[in-house]
């Protein structure tokens, strides 16, 4: 299994808007690949957000969904200027 781990640093003025954004991007992604993702904060850095996706099946369209999620919903405009998004990928 493949497990997908997102981090960047908010925007402060943009995090209520973006907490709504990014639980209603997670929830299309569970209906069009059966994964639930989940969102932290760093404990001593809470404009540092963590998204989650374990237990990846079909990797590739989940790469496109979320790809495709992240541009529908904006994502980054909602982030520090001049940074993004980074993504890791872990296998068990």
């Known amino acids: 299994m493949l497990h997908y781990y997102v981090y960047y640093r908010?925007?402060?003025?943009?995090?209520?808007?973006?907490?709504?954004?990014v639980s209603?991007?997670?929830a299309r992604l569970k209906c069009q690949t059966g994964v639930m993702g989940r969102t932290l904060k760093k404990r001593d850095d809470p404009l540092l957000w963590m998204e989650i996706?374990?237990?990846?099946e079909n990797p590739d369209h989940f790469e496109k969904?979320?790809?495709r999620e992240v541009d529908k919903f904006e994502i980054e405009i909602f982030l520090v200027p001049g940074t993004s998004r980074k993504m890791e990928c872990f296998s068990d």
């Open 65 to 67: 969904a979320l790809m």
């Open 53 to 56: 996706y374990e237990n990846v």
């Open 10 to 21: 908010v925007d402060p003025d943009n995090t209520p808007t973006l907490e709504t954004l």
């Open 24 to 26: 209603s991007m997670q």
